[in-house]
């Protein structure tokens, strides 16, 4: 069975705390793995994207990195803001017909003030 | 990045009736889309992927018939929830993959949600 795990499932850290977020995931043959964040009530705001071919990717603040062959990956925020806390998803995309994600458990992060 | 518009984002009805979520992509051609339900503190389950001009693909447990999918354009893709019940509310998701590309290399974009409250 495809099963997507985050670790913590919540976090509180002081502002300016850089963090890794984890994402672990049961079957590696993975097409690529999407960070999300939602804010709550909201809808999912898309982070990064990595390819499988991929190792990393980055967007400002944002580090992402694939390890296919142990079945991980993590979200790296450095210097987090009060602005940082929300929910943050990690989803894998598989192949076959339908191509679909499946979505981790969530890492619920509060950046104190 | 492309943008999936969900109307309406909040809805309030009374049991037995139907709802109607619809999911737009505004600036792009999505082949197919998703619709994902969530509970309280809890993560995105799939419910069923929709293709353009064709029958839904439901995942198992989802009752087809209660969760009504048509994706009439390649724009467009509506969510029906027929004679809805309490147990019904939750938090609906939709999300498109644009078309073209390397199929399994494309990104996700997502709606802004609708929340269901059946009172």
């Known amino acids: 069975k495809q099963e997507v795990t985050q670790i913590p499932a919540a976090l509180s850290v002081p502002e300016g705390e850089n963090l890794v977020l984890n994402c672990s995931f049961t079957?590696?043959?993975?097409?690529?793995l999407q960070w999300f964040r939602q804010d709550p009530g909201k809808g999912l705001t898309s982070l990064l994207l990595i390819q499988s071919s991929q190792r990393e990717q980055t967007s400002g603040r944002l580090n992402a990195s694939l390890d296919k062959s142990s079945g991980r990956s993590t979200l790296y925020i450095a210097a987090s803001q009060p602005g940082d806390s929300a929910t943050y998803l990690c989803a894998v995309r598989y192949g076959g017909a339908t191509n679909k994600l499946i979505f981790g458990t969530g890492t619920l992060l509060a950046v104190q003030p | 990045g492309a943008v999936v518009s969900q109307h309406p984002s909040w809805v309030i009805c009374k049991s037995g009736t139907s709802v109607k979520i619809e999911c737009r992509s505004l600036d792009f051609q999505a082949t197919t889309m998703f619709w994902y339900r969530q509970f309280p503190k809890q993560s995105l389950m799939l419910m069923a992927t929709?293709?353009?001009?064709?029958?839904?693909?439901?995942e198992q447990g989802v009752e087809k018939d209660k969760f009504l999918i048509n994706h009439a354009s390649l724009t467009l893709s509506t969510l029906t929830v027929t004679s809805a019940h309490p147990e019904d509310s939750s938090f609906y998701i939709c999300?498109?993959?644009?078309?073209?590309?390397?199929?399994?290399?494309?990104?996700?974009?997502f709606g802004q949600g609708t929340r269901l409250t059946v009172v």
């Open positions: 079957d590696s043959a993975i097409y690529n």
């Open positions: 999300s498109a993959r644009v078309r073209g590309g390397t199929k399994g290399n494309t990104e996700a974009f």
């Open positions: 929709s293709n353009e001009g064709s029958k839904a693909t439901y």
